[in-house]
Structures are given as C-alpha cells and as structure tokens.
C-alpha cells in the first residue's frame, strides 16, 4: 500500500501538462506537526510506502524533518522531483534523513524541446544530472516520463536512457488531463494509439530486460495476461481507493492525484478513518463499475482508470474512454 502527499504546490518549473498546475506555495499548506500527524495515521491505517511529491518537494524546508518522522513510524519514504534540485549534497542530507529512493522526471530526449515544455532553461540538463549523482551517491532512483502525441515518439529512445543511466525502473505515465493538463488534452492518447504504447512497453521491458510500466494504463494487466507475460510486483492495473490514494497540500484527501474528489480532509477527520470509511474509497474497492469496465473478465486486475471515467463521463464508476478492449477494437488473445 502506497499514499502520495503533495508536500507542497511550490515549484520551480511550469511544465504545460502538470496535473497539480503547481507553482506558487498555497496559503493553506498542511504545516510541520500537521504533516507528522498525517504520517503517523498513515502508518496507522497500514501504509507502507509514502511518497513526497508536489510541486517539487524539494522546496519544502522541512522535507527532512518530515523524511525522519515518516521512518520513525515505519513508512518508506521516496520522492517525486523534477531533479533540478538533487544535488550530491542534497542526496546525501536525504539518505541520512532515510529517505529511500526517488523519482526523476523526464520526458523528452530533446533538451530544447523539453526546456522549452517545463518553462525553465537548463532543465534537461538538471535532470540529467540529477540521475548522475544519485548514482553516484548510491542512491536508487527511477526515471517518470509522461506520455502523449507530442512525445510519443520518444518513449522507447527515453526507456533506453533511463537504463544506460541505472535508474532501477522507468514508469510511463500516459497523460491524464488534469490541472494544466487540461489545456492540452487532445493530445491525450486515444485506443488506438494507448493500446499500441502499451504494447510496445511491454516488449521494451523483455528486451531490455528492465523494468518499464506503464502507469495510468491499467491496461497494461489485461495486455500482459493475454501475453503471459510476468509483471512481477505488479499485480493490478488501478490502484486508486484500492491500495492507494493521493493528499493534497491542504489536506484533502483524493482517491488518486489525477482525481480531484475530495473525499475528507485530514484537518477535520483522521486519515486513518478516511481511508477505512469514504464512500468513494468503498465503491472503487467494490469494483461494481457500470459500462464496459463492469463486464469485462479483466476488472480485478485491470479496474480502468477512474480519473478518466470521472473526467469524461463525470462517473469515477463509470468504464475507461479509451479502453481499444471495451470498446470492441481489440480481441482476447
């Protein structure tokens, strides 16, 4: 079970596709001992892995305060960064916090391209770098692409770097429109094209040897067992409401950070009660969806993506749009 905390909306690059729209600091952010609370009752309802995200969560000053409580209450911690601001330094102030492993954006093999997409001069280069010193410190880290039209020729090229410079994995986030995300939805990835991208992983992770996922691609399971192809730790498409869920910097609760539900705050309600009671949480883990999702013989692994359901049919139970499966474009191998 893994929670995501976005520490904070603070961020020092304006990607155009930023699911948080992040950038200036929110007034109402959750403060020290209010982020210690929040971790305590996440190890209580039985998390084990949390992650630090934003905005860059590197621009909290309490970061390693928060990394050592997080430890004392049994959480694993990593992170999730832009990698501007890992420096040698840094690494090594966040191992000694316990920090475990983190997650370096990058999504284009073009530094130009890639500047220009996240607002700031010398990102792809940061970035770059970032992967060099957590090497050289020892300390693991994976490589986080988005995927969508702009960039949908690179994906193989960039699972290629991200093993020659010894991430542990690479995950592929397909593009949900969401935040400023929503600006350039249309070039979210239809069936046709979401289905082939998968595919395609998928045969980069057996001949790579290394481990690519697809993420906020639940169909990855469905396409994986048709092809009796292991995915080793993964085990489910969907994880929202099920094994995972999102907070946000004010202290609401969301089922996944693509899905801005807010189903409790832990200002007023213990996170631990949340996530046993929410209404929303409960009906994702009953898996009782309507349309194509709720027929089809892959919903326990797969589920569809409840961010996309409720974005486009505003029904988080509702089926995955761009399911090439559901809606008939595909056959069972």
Same mark, same amino acid.
């Given at each position: 079970?893994?929670?995501? /905390?976005?520490?904070?909306?603070?961020?020092?690059?304006?990607?155009?596709?930023?699911?948080?729209?992040?950038?200036?600091?929110?007034?109402?952010?959750?403060?020290?001992?209010?982020?210690?609370?929040?971790?305590?009752?996440?190890?209580?309802?039985?998390?084990?892995?949390?992650?630090?995200?934003?905005?860059? =969560?590197?621009?909290?000053?309490?970061?390693?305060?928060?990394?050592? $409580?997080?430890?004392?209450?049994?959480?694993? =911690?990593? &992170?999730?960064?832009?990698?501007?601001?890992?420096?040698?330094?840094?690494?090594?102030?966040?191992?000694?916090?316990?920090?475990?492993?983190?997650?370096?954006?990058?999504?284009?093999?073009?530094?130009?391209?890639?500047?220009?997409?996240?607002?700031?001069?010398?990102?792809?280069?940061?970035?770059?770098?970032?992967?060099?010193?957590?090497?050289?410190?020892?300390?693991?880290?994976? @490589?986080?692409?988005?995927?969508?039209?702009?960039?949908?020729?690179?994906?193989?090229?960039?699972?290629?770097?991200?093993?020659?410079?010894?991430?542990?994995? $690479? $995950?592929?986030?397909?593009? @949900?429109?969401?935040?400023?995300?929503?600006?350039?939805?249309?070039?979210?990835?239809?069936?046709?094209?979401?289905?082939?991208?998968?595919?395609?992983?998928?045969?980069?992770?057996?001949?790579?040897?290394?481990?690519?996922?697809?993420?906020?691609?639940?169909?990855?399971?469905?396409?994986?067992?048709?092809?009796?192809?292991?995915?080793?730790?993964?085990?489910?498409?969907?994880?929202?409401?099920?094994?995972?869920?999102?907070?946000?910097?004010?202290?609401?609760? /969301?089922?996944?950070?693509?899905?801005?539900?807010?189903?409790?705050? @832990?200002?007023?309600?213990?996170?631990?009660?949340? /996530?046993?009671?929410?209404?929303?949480?409960?009906?994702?883990?009953?898996?009782?969806?309507?349309?194509?999702?709720?027929?089809?013989?892959?919903?326990?692994?797969?589920?569809?993506?409840?961010?996309?359901? $409720?974005?486009? &049919?505003?029904? &988080?139970?509702?089926?995955?749009? /761009?399911?090439?499966?559901?809606?008939?474009?595909?056959?069972?191998?």
């Amino acid at each position: 079970m893994l929670a995501s /905390w976005n520490v904070t909306n603070e961020c020092n690059l304006r990607c155009e596709h930023c699911y948080r729209d992040a950038g200036n600091e929110y007034v109402d952010e959750l403060s020290t001992q209010e982020g210690k609370d929040l971790l305590t009752e996440i190890a209580k309802a039985g998390f084990k892995l949390m992650v630090f995200s934003g905005g860059e =969560p590197f621009m909290r000053k309490d970061i390693l305060e928060l990394t050592e $409580h997080a430890v004392s209450v049994g959480l694993r =911690p990593v &992170y999730g960064s832009n990698g501007t601001l890992l420096t040698r330094e840094m690494i090594r102030k966040i191992k000694a916090a316990g920090g475990s492993s983190v997650a370096i954006s990058l999504h284009m093999v073009d530094r130009d391209k890639l500047d220009e997409f996240c607002g700031m001069p010398g990102t792809y280069e940061k970035s770059i770098q970032a992967m060099k010193n957590c090497k050289e410190e020892g300390f693991d880290f994976q @490589v986080n692409t988005t995927a969508f039209t702009r960039n949908i020729d690179e994906i193989e090229k960039l699972c290629e770097l991200a093993k020659e410079m010894g991430a542990k994995s $690479h $995950h592929v986030l397909f593009l @949900v429109p969401t935040g400023r995300g929503e600006d350039i939805e249309e070039e979210s990835l239809r069936e046709k094209n979401y289905e082939i991208l998968i595919r395609k992983l998928l045969e980069k992770r057996e001949e790579l040897n290394f481990d690519i996922k697809p993420t906020c691609a639940p169909q990855f399971m469905r396409i994986a067992a048709q092809k009796g192809q292991d995915m080793g730790r993964y085990t489910r498409g969907c994880l929202a409401g099920m094994s995972y869920c999102s907070i946000v910097p004010n202290g609401d609760v /969301w089922p996944c950070p693509y899905l801005p539900i807010k189903v409790g705050n @832990v200002r007023e309600t213990p996170f631990s009660e949340i /996530w046993k009671n929410s209404k929303v949480f409960n009906d994702m883990r009953s898996l009782e969806y309507t349309g194509s999702c709720g027929i089809c013989k892959y919903k326990k692994i797969c589920g569809g993506c409840r961010a996309r359901a $409720h974005i486009y &049919y505003d029904d &988080y139970m509702a089926h995955e749009p /761009w399911c090439a499966y559901g809606r008939g474009l595909v056959k069972n191998e």
